[in-house]
């Protein structure tokens, strides 16, 4: 698309406000944000972890907000991206920033609870900034890893509360609540009304909650380029054959 900057400008200011800080030709959509060059701060500490050259990859993107992920995707040659929100503001955003940009991305709405849908699995899923604004994060974890996920997942989570990790014995019995205390024990933090303005903020864990949490649903990590962002694969089933397996009572 060409436009002038004036008119990417204008545009810009009316599909606004973003959350993703892109720079489209010259024009910054976010240069305010109250977390810096937002989410490029972020990407630069975990780039190296994602191959450079994804020509041949297909890649799904959860929750892709204003398309900053999808498009450096792009970027990186994948063979087709596809960018998934439920929220028709972002993906405006998103649409109007791939036909400035030039990049073949498609973006589509649909909820995380019903990527089933898209009947096939990617080479790369970017699961980013998501889990927190769930109200059913392992519902949405399982659901990933068993429809959408074929090789490798790039999963980002806010955490707050301890970042030590500590082992966690498979079983222990009912009077043992001591585990409980510890500050290293998985955590999941519920906030019932707002957390930094955001009424969709459910779930903060700490570091070894969000762990276990990947565990439990069958994903193997296997890198933490940065703080908050996981590299898994798919490995074993669900514990307790997971939220996507609800025919079965615990006993049969």
């Not at 810096?36 to 450079?52: E, S, T, V």
């Not at 009077?175 to 933090?189: K, M, Q």
Request: proline fraction near 6%.
């Amino acid at each position: 698309m060409s436009l002038s900057s004036e008119e990417i400008r204008n545009r810009v200011t009316a599909l606004g406000p973003w959350f993703h800080n892109l720079e489209l030709n010259g024009v910054l959509t976010a240069p305010n944000h109250f977390l810096g060059d937002y989410p490029r701060m972020k990407w630069r500490h975990f780039a190296q972890a994602i191959p450079a050259d994804l020509s041949g990859r297909t890649v799904l993107d959860i929750g892709c907000n204003g398309g900053f992920y999808s498009l450096e995707m792009k970027r990186r040659g994948a063979q087709s991206v596809l960018g998934i929100d439920f929220d028709e503001a972002y993906l405006a955003q998103a649409r109007f920033a791939a036909e400035v940009t030039g990049l073949d991305v498609a973006f589509e709405k649909m909820s995380v609870y019903d990527v089933a849908r898209l009947g096939r699995r990617f080479d790369m899923v970017l699961f980013m900034g998501v889990l927190y604004h769930l109200r059913h994060p392992l519902l949405a974890l399982d659901l990933v890893r068993e429809h959408v996920v074929g090789d490798l997942m790039v999963f980002q989570c806010m955490l707050r509360g301890s970042a030590a990790v500590a082992p966690v014995p498979a079983d222990a019995p009912f009077s043992a609540t001591a585990p409980f205390e510890r500050d290293d024990y998985p955590r999941l933090h519920f906030i019932e009304h707002r957390y930094a303005g955001d009424p969709t903020n459910w779930w903060v864990p700490n570091r070894a909650g969000i762990e276990a949490m990947l565990r439990s649903s069958g994903f193997e990590i296997v890198g933490h380029p940065e703080e908050e962002v996981y590299l898994c694969r798919r490995g074993g089933a669900p514990a307790g054959e997971g939220a996507v397996y609800p025919a079965r009572g615990g006993q049969a």
